[in-house]
């Protein structure tokens, strides 16, 4: 099974200020990492796909990069509605999440 | 728009069953595979079953694998997963996310909102 690593586990950031997330994984994943949003109660939602590509309605301060096994999201200018909690998934072998990044408000 | 609605989740005692049930609309059902994703209190998200698009390919993670069974009707645009032999790390919310095909493997690309399952006695 490929573990993902992520870190930090909780990150406190002030509105507007850039926050970074990484992901780690276990083995080499190629490009097939996405990463989602969670807020409390409610469905994960799909941000990016293939380690860059933004989804749906998607606003353009997510940003994700990396290859092989080290991947990060980027979220600039960080809006009251970015608080929340972001997951990474490989779906290179099987589907695998990480524990999480929960992003507060600092 | 894509919409996802499931249903069935409740309480049971360890050892029951259960029956979710996932009702998608807004688009081509039977054109994606669909899939079934756990979070239990507290923790990430984990995928637990996969079917095609057809119905014809089934995949089970090792934790549910010999008591879930995953099947669809793509006539009624619905996915179901029939859960037994219940335990107590059964406990979690269950979400249906819709596949979506990239380079020979698929990601989740709409998610439901989810229906809780409790498992105690």
Redesign the interface.
């Known amino acids: 099974e490929i573990v993902l690593t992520q870190s930090p586990a909780t990150l406190s950031v002030s509105p507007g200020e850039s926050a970074t997330l990484s992901c780690r994984a276990s083995q080499s994943i190629s490009?097939?990492l996405?990463w989602?949003q969670q807020k409390t109660g409610?469905?994960?939602?799909?941000l990016i796909?293939?380690v860059s590509t933004r989804?749906n309605g998607i606003p353009a301060r997510f940003s994700g990069s990396g290859s092989g096994s080290e991947f990060t999201l980027t979220i600039s200018s960080l809006q009251s509605e970015d608080f929340a909690v972001y997951?990474c998934?490989q779906?290179?072998n099987?589907?695998?999440?990480?524990?999480?990044t929960k992003v507060e408000i600092k | 728009e894509v919409q996802l609605v499931e249903s069935g989740g409740g309480s049971v005692k360890p050892g029951g069953s259960l029956r979710l049930s996932c009702a998608g609309s807004g688009f081509n059902f039977d054109l994606h595979s669909m899939?079934w994703v756990r979070q239990a209190p507290g923790?990430?998200?984990?995928?637990i079953s996969?079917i095609s698009s057809s119905g014809s390919t089934v995949?089970y993670?090792d934790s549910v694998k010999g008591r879930f069974t995953i099947s669809r009707d793509n006539a009624k645009n619905s996915l179901f997963l029939q859960m037994n032999d219940l335990r107590g790390d059964d406990t979690a919310v269950y979400?249906c996310a819709r596949g979506?095909y990239?380079?020979s493997?698929?990601?989740?690309?709409?998610?439901?909102?989810?229906t809780p399952v409790t498992v105690s006695s």
Request: hydrophobic letters at 25%; zero cysteines; charged letters at 10%.
């Open positions: 490009t097939n996405a989602y409610q469905a994960p939602r799909l796909y293939r989804a997951y998934q779906y290179h099987w589907w695998t999440f990480g524990q999480g | 899939n923790r990430g998200p984990e995928w996969y995949f993670a979400y979506s990239t380079s493997t698929t990601y989740f690309d709409s998610w439901g909102q989810g």
